[in-house]
């Protein structure tokens, strides 16, 4: 097995752990009767670099990472609200307060902001905004209310943003409606169904519409990543499209890709995993210029403090060409992160 200590490590999705009274002190005054309130403590905030920036450089450093690419953590519940003002003012607030936390290390904390997509227009407005103060990306629902679905044209002026911005944009698990709507009905046996088939039918069917309906045709230079969905469900789904794709095209009207499906990855299809051993094992053969690794610090699934061990185990395997790519080029490069020359990082 290859030693994995020297090597730089970029965590593609990590999440900070937003203030329980965030919204209800920075959202407009007439607004915070309403704004979402959360419990003061939560388990994930034992490790107080969920909300303090420099406690989470210290914690950095025992994880042997350098950079970070930061998610929402609260913040995500934001893409269920319904009311359009309240939801733009909840974002809004999210995203001031995370370029404030990210402007403590720029060079080494980057953050992807919180869009709401009801109106396109606001939405675009937003995406440069926060693209001008430091912002690196743009979290939107993973999955999007029934009437407006990604294969409608609606989104056509925020995807064309996005690329001219250069502002990746990203798909995270758990964001939107549908499976989170009713997750608290799902108890037992089938919590297990929705942990796995519900949530993994969601992002396929996004992936699934943003190919087939010709987005990323129309956008070259849009990027969409997969977020914590994992990867082993990526290259059989791709290998499938087009499959049918191949043998139905001439017979099928409707929109369809230009390319086989397997070629929009790395140029324009990205995702992160950080616990994936059956999505690793294959991952030389057909993801390596796409995949990044992650360590989801400072949720309860994270590999915090010991994700030099699991990528020994699960990426060890990889020559180092690949696992430098998938530790560090690929997420670099995705974002336009400066990669240290030093990756030891003492804060």
Known sequence: MASTTADLLISADSHVMEPADLWTTRVPKGLRDQAPTFPAEASDQSKPGGWDPTERLKEMSVDGVSLEVLYATRGMALFRIEDVVLQEACVRAFNDWLIEYCSVSPSRLFGIALISLYDVDHAVAELERCRNAGLRGAMIWQNPPEDLPFSSDRYERFWAAAQDLGMPVSLHILTGHGYMQKAHLRHGTEHYRSSVNIKLGEVMNSLFDLIFYQALDRHPGLKIVLVENEIGWIPFSLQQWGYYLG????????????????????????????????????????????????????????????????????????????????????????????????PSHSP
């Open 247 to 342: 043998r139905h095209r001439d017979r099928e009207p409707g929109p369809a890709p230009d390319k086989l499906p397997s070629e929009y990855l790395a140029s324009q299809i990205y995702a992160t995993f950080f616990n994936d051993p059956i999505g690793t094992r294959y991952l030389s053969s057909w993801g390596e210029d796409a995949c990044m690794w992650s360590n989801d610090y400072p949720h309860a699934n994270s590999t915090w403090p010991h994700s030099r061990e699991v990528i020994a185990e699960h990426l060890g395997h990889l020559s180092p060409e690949t696992r430098t790519k998938v530790l560090s080029t690929n997420v670099s490069r995705l974002y336009d992160i400066e990669v240290p020359s030093n």
